[in-house]
T-cell receptor, first 116, second 112 residues
C-alpha cells in the first residue's frame, strides 16, 4: 500500500526553465516531508524538507510547496540545470514526536532530465 | 566528513547462500534504517532501529531476513537463504529524530 505517490515516472525540462515535481500522499498523519535526489550508483541525498506547519520552504533554486488539504506537495527547481538530472524521491513521515520513532515512507521516484 | 558506510558495495551469490550486509551509521545518529530499492517498488522500508532497539521490521520477509544492531557503530542485514527475487540495491540510512536521514551508497545484491 503506497502511502506516498509520485505519479510521473519521468520529466524532461530544458535548461533554464522551471522543473516541477509532484507528490501525493494518503496518510493524513504525515507531518514531515522531504525530497531526496539520487544519482546512479549512489545513495539518495537529502535536498529539502518541510514540516506541516509551513506551506513553503525555499533553499536556493529549490522550493517545496505543501498543500495539506489536497495532501499534495511539489518541488520546484528554478532555473533547472543539466546537473539536476537525477531521480527525485518524495518522502513523508508521521509525527516526529511519537515515542515509537519515525520512518520515512518514499514514493517510487521521478526521473528528471534537464536538457541543454 | 561524516557519512554512512555500507559494505560490501557489490555482492553476487548463489541462491540458497547466506548474505550479510553491514552498515556503519554516522556517529551520534540514534536511528538506523534499512531500505531496499527495486524497479517495481521504489524504496521500500525493511526495518528501522532507534537507540539500537528494533522499532519496525514489518517490511521484512521474516522467514529469511533478519536485522540487528550489535552495537551503536554496526547494523547488519542478513538474508538466509537468499533467493533470486532478493536481487536489489539495499540502502542503510541513519539520522537523528526530527531531521533528515543520510544514506549510504548501497549494496547491490545479485542472487543467481
Amino acid at each position: 500500500d503506497q502511502q506516498v505517490k509520485q505519479n510521473s515516472p519521468s520529466l524532461s525540462v530544458q535548461e533554464g526553465r522551471i522543473s516541477i515535481l509532484n507528490c501525493d500522499y494518503t496518510n493524513s498523519m504525515f507531518d514531515y516531508f522531504l525530497w531526496y535526489k539520487k544519482y546512479p550508483a549512489e545513495g539518495p541525498t537529502f535536498l529539502i524538507s518541510i514540516s506541516s506547519i509551513k506551506d513553503k520552504n525555499e533553499d536556493g533554486r529549490f522550493t517545496v510547496f505543501l498543500n495539506k488539504s489536497a495532501k499534495h506537495l511539489s518541488l520546484h527547481i528554478v532555473p533547472s540545470q543539466p546537473g539536476d538530472s537525477a531521480v527525485y524521491f518524495c518522502a513523508a513521515s508521521e509525527s516526529v514526536f511519537k515515542n515509537s520513532g519515525y520512518a520515512l515512507n518514499f514514493g517510487k521516484g521521478t526521473s528528471l532530465l534537464v536538457t541543454p | 566528513d561524516a557519512r554512512v558506510t555500507q559494505t560490501p558495495r557489490h555482492k553476487v551469490t548463489e541462491m540458497g547462500q547466506e548474505v550479510t550486509m553491514r552498515c556503519q551509521p554516522i556517529l551520534g545518529h540514534n536511528t538506523v534504517f534499512w531500505y531496499r530499492q527495486t524497479m517495481m517498488q521504489g524504496l521500500e522500508l525493511l526495518a528501522y532501529f532507534r537507540n539500537r532497539a528494533p522499532l519496525d521490521d514489518s517490511g521484512m520477509p521474516k522467514d529469511r531476513f533478519s536485522a540487528e544492531m550489535p552495537d551503536a557503530t554496526l547494523a547488519t542485514l542478513k538474508i538466509q537463504p537468499s533467493e533470486p527475487r532478493d536481487s536489489a540495491v539495499y540502502f542503510c540510512a541513519s539520522g537523528i529524530e526530527n531531521t533528515e536521514a543520510f544514506f549510504g551508497q548501497g549494496t547491490r545484491l545479485t542472487v543467481v
